[in-house]
Each structure stands twice: as C-alpha cells, then as structure tokens.
C-alpha cells in the first residue's frame, strides 16, 4: 500500500483537465505514442466535440515504482454527486485553475468537497503557454483561497507537458497513501458504473479494507442484491483483468447484473456467504440516493417513432442510473415520456445523444422541477412533476417547491446588474465575498425554477460573458403557486396546462393567449382561447371565423337571391355561435413556439 497513491483533478469546466490528465498518461508511459490522442479518457464523441466530460473515468499509472490511480472528473455542477463520490475515494486532488480566467464558481464548489473529505490539495496554474495567462493574479487568488505559500502552486501546461512531472513528484511526495485494513472483511466504495454490451454491469471501485477476486460472490449493502464477481482489473484505461484487487487499489469488477441501477454509486460492495453474518459489516459512509431536479416531457416528433424513442431511452438508461422516466400522453404531442434528470446540460446532453446516436427528432417540453404538494387529511406528500398530476385545489393545503443555493463569480462592475437579475427571479440575498480587488462572489437562495430556463443566459448576458455560476439543491420551501389551464374553443388542452407563481399568472396568461391567437389556423367559426386559474377565466383572446363566400356561384339575376344566401350564411353562424365551439386541431409546431416563449 506504501506505493499506491490515489488522487484526482477538480477543476471548472473547460480548465483543462482532461489535456493534462493525457499529458500524464503520456509522461508515465500508460499510453504508447502511437496510440495516443485528445481527450483520450472522453470516451462519447460529444464530450470531445464540447470540450467538456460527461462521465467521470478512472486510470491506472505505473511511475518510478508507484501505482498512481488517476480519476478524471467531470466539472458541471449537474455531476457534483459523481465528483464527492470520486473525492471519498482518493486521498488527493490536484486543484487546476486556468492561468487566463481564475477561480470560477465550479472551481470553488469542487474544492469545498475535496476540503470536506479532507483531501491534500496541490495546486497547478494550467494554460500558463497562452499569451493571456495572467500568473500572478491567478497565483494570489490561489493563495488567498488555501492559505498555502507561493512555493507550492505548481505552473503548467497541459498542452505542452511543461510542469507535469513536478505535478507527478508532488502526488508520490504529498498525497498520503491509502489506509485500511487488509486483513479485514471486503468493503469497497462504487464510485461509478457503466454498461459494457457484452460484460453486463461494470462497477468502478476503491477497495477501502479486503481483497476481491474473480468468482467471489458480492453482495451490495444498499440495495441488498446479491452475484458474482465474474472478472476483476486495473484501467489502463482499457479493462485489464487482475488475479485480484486488494487494500486501496483502484479497479473494476464485472457484477453480472443487467441494470445499472441495481449497482448504484457510493454503495459498498462486500462478500457474502451462507455460514458468516454479513449484515454486521459496516457500510461506508455517505451513501445517497441520486434523485432527478428537472423533469421535461420528450416526444418524437412523428407519432410512429414512439417505439423506436422508447428502446433509444431504454438503452441509454443503462448507462445513465440518475436517469429517470415513465411514459406520458400528450393531446397536443401524443405518446411520449415524462423524463426526470440532473439538471439542464444532463437533459441537453440526453436530447442531443437521441438525436445524434438514434437518428429521432424530438420536441422536448419546458423543463419543469418536483412540487411537493401537501393534501388535506394526508400525512405524506404528493410529488407532482406535471401539471396535470396536480390534485383539486379544494383539496390542497399547501404547495413546496425546491430551493437552490446560488453562487455567482463575476467581476465587481456588474454587480447591479445581477442583483437586479436575481431580484426578477425571486432571489434572496446572502452576503458578499471579495475574492480580490476585481471579482466578488455573490450567494443568494433562490428557486429552481427561476434557474431552470433562461437564466444562465441572462446572466451571461447582463455581465457580457464573465459570470460563472453554481447552484446545489438546499431545501423544499412553501410557494404560492397555481394549475393554470388553456381553453382552445373552450375545450381544456391538457398539454398546455402550466403552474404559475399566483401573482405572475396574468402575464403568464396573456403571453400565452397572444401566442395562440397568432399561431393557430382560423376555422369556420369563432375560436375562442382563454387562460383560467379554477374556474376564473384570467386572459382571453379571439380568433375571427373564416367566411365563405357563399355568393361566389351567383352570376347576374336579382339582388334577392345574393340576399337570401347571406341570411342564410348569417343563420350558420348563428348556430355556430350557439354551440359555442368546434374541435380545434392544435399542430406540434405552435406548441414548440408556445415552450420558446
């Protein structure tokens, strides 16, 4: 164990990580030259098109007689569950900021999770090649954050390898190696999973005290599920089978089982036999469950794709276990799914995967968040993720929706700007933190709804461009919110239903009538389209009937004849009038112009 040194890289998206972490593979000699390239732990075409990574990848280096286990992390805040899970498995992190932007928000959110799961620190500037590259300014903020000395602030390029083999000296100098009991029973930490088409369920793991070895029979302690380890190995970085993994190696084990979701991440893996009593090992400590924030309706485009939409989704279940979704029916759409998720870049990254590896054309609804509401009489609350699920309002007592905390980094003259942002979107100020002279970081609570839209691009805009922002979920808070129903030729359209904060209902009501009114197709009579909380009709518009004309057949003769088809005409309409209404086709391309709204 004295020669093993777990760590990993936290960083802000697009800081560099996945470059130096290929610079390190490079150094070591993991990868041969003529194998490497790019990002080469970013295994999806669409995290090296982005520059971002999506799924975190653990490596196996083999340096001056050390085993170094590399974990490459991805940065967005929507995968901080999968980043605190990677952090409990190693003992350090290496702290890249780059040498042109400083310390962005994820930059901060990272390291306090490192802090938490008091992990050694090394600090590198990146990107010190870039003729922007202020070094100084990006030292002292280092400086100023960990209270450490300039000494210890390591500059590199993850481009060039300047700098790396002083990053691989300081890991087997400062991380400490890894602890644990190896004589003990096995206790190994799931710190991520992945579904591999011809090995089932592959479960990446720490083993914290034991040893496992292939065909040994696992049991997880969360979900109880029983197997068989049906092969064991190192990553580098392709699967590479070992006899066994022992105390503080990092690796993989084959399950045997079909469904991601059965081998979740921060669950402990241990051994089972019919004559020991298992349930007295202890499980490792900070096991959650992930549960999806953002909830959005997708369905194909055309309605005979349903089945192909529903084995696209199913598959890539597989390998995405905070992934939820059950199948939704839409009069507007027809049949498609209500899909739960982690956040706007995982349904962004979801959407574009569909379209890209499925080939499907997909309308996506607004994304919306969990309501929880409270009933009379009822002890447990209703999870509402649609506004069609909402109860009557007669028999609801209260409504919760959830609460994120907010921190943005920006430079200090935009500060008005933000706050009055913020303030728009039901924000509530905390405090401010000066990071130096230029750039402050501002902490509100504010509601996740108000994030889920436009926001990002709101703030980019109102600070051109500089901002970074990072949001955790905190709590579920009492809201004020109504079922606000449209009626298309007074007949109910499910499909458009929303909830409204009360007092913003009006203008929700208006901007959608108007909406309406401009997209629908006029018919032979007077549609009618209104907005309604309950029984109380809160906007409404008109849109004018279509006239035949019905005089078009009429050559010469009298006038009285061109009369008496015009009463006629005029009675029609009349009736029409009567019955009030007509069935209204409302076309998939109105309602995707209503979600641009």
Not at 536 to 551: G, Q
Request: proline share 4%; net charge negative.
């Amino acid at each position: 164990m004295d020669k093993i040194r777990n760590f990993c890289i936290i960083a802000h998206i697009d800081h560099g990580k996945s470059t130096l972490a290929d610079r390190l593979l490079e150094c070591t000699g993991t990868i041969e030259a003529r194998k490497m390239k790019n990002q080469i732990l970013d295994r999806m075409d669409l995290e090296r098109e982005r520059g971002i990574t999506i799924k975190l990848t653990p490596v196996t280096m083999n340096y001056q007689g050390y085993i170094l286990n590399l974990i490459d992390t991805p940065g967005h805040v929507d995968f901080s569950y999968e980043v605190s899970r990677s952090l409990a498995a190693v003992e350090g992190a290496i702290l890249l900021v780059d040498a042109t932007q400083g310390i962005q928000a994820q930059t901060l959110a990272n390291l306090y999770l490192a802090i938490e799961q008091d992990l050694t620190i090394i600090p590198v500037i990146n990107k010190i090649d870039l003729p922007a590259a202020d070094i100084d300014k990006t030292k002292a903020e280092i400086i100023k954050l960990l209270g450490c000395d300039e000494s210890e602030i390591i500059l590199a390029s993850g481009k060039t390898g300047v700098g790396v083999p002083e990053i691989l000296a300081s890991v087997i100098k400062n991380v400490p190696e890894p602890t644990g009991n190896s004589e003990s029973v096995l206790r190994a930490l799931i710190f991520d999973s992945n579904y591999d088409e011809y090995r089932g369920v592959v479960a990446y793991v720490r083993v914290i005290d034991g040893a496992i070895k292939k065909g040994d029979k696992i049991k997880l302690i969360a979900t109880a599920i029983k197997s068989e380890a049906l092969d064991v190995g190192i990553l580098n970085p392709d699967y590479f089978s070992t006899p066994e993994l022992h105390t503080g190696q990092i690796g993989y084990v084959v399950t045997g089982f079909r469904d991601v979701s059965e081998c979740r991440v921060g669950d402990t893996v241990t051994l089972y036999s019919t004559d020991k009593n298992e349930d007295a090992i202890v499980p490792l400590k900070g096991y959650s469950e992930v549960r999806p924030m953002v909830f959005a309706g997708i369905f194909p485009r055309e309605g005979d794709n349903y089945a192909e939409l529903r084995e696209a989704i199913a598959k890539l279940k597989l390998n995405d276990a905070a992934l939820m979704y059950e199948p939704e029916q839409s009069h507007a759409l027809g049949f498609g799914f209500r899909c739960g998720f982690l956040g706007l870049l995982h349904l962004e990254i979801f959407q574009e995967r569909l379209h890209r590896e499925y080939n499907l054309d997909l309308i996506v609804t607004v994304p919306s968040v969990a309501y929880k509401v409270f009933t009379k009489g009822a002890g447990e609350p209703l999870i509402v993720r649609s506004p069609q699920k909402l109860p009557n309002p007669s028999e609801i007592e209260h409504i919760e929706e959830p609460w994120v905390s907010l921190d943005i980094i920006t430079p200090k003259d935009y500060i008005g700007g933000i706050m009055g942002l913020v303030q728009e979107k039901r924000g509530f100020y905390k405090n401010i933190e000066y990071i130096d002279t230029t750039r402050v970081i501002l902490h509100y609570d504010i509601p996740m709804y108000s994030v889920l839209t436009d926001f990002y691009d709101k703030i980019k805009s109102v600070t051109s461009g500089y901002a970074s922002i990072n949001y955790e979920f905190l709590n579920y808070k009492e809201a004020d919110v109504v079922k606000m129903d449209i009626l298309v030729a007074e007949e109910l359209v499910e499909a458009l239903s929303i909830i409204v904060y009360r007092d913003e209902a009006y203008r929700r009501g208006r901007e959608v009538v108007e909406t309406l009114k401009e997209s629908l197709p006029r018919q032979m009579f007077v549609i009618k389209i209104q907005a309604a909380i309950g029984g109380n009709v809160i906007a409404s518009e008109k849109i004018s009937a279509l006239r035949k004309d019905v005089t078009a057949k009429l050559y010469g003769g009298d006038v009285s004849r061109k009369r008496k088809l015009l009463e006629k005409q005029k009675k029609g309409k009349k009736k029409m009038m009567a019955a009030g209404k007509g069935s209204v086709e409302i076309p998939s391309d109105t309602f995707v112009k209503l979600l641009k709204k």
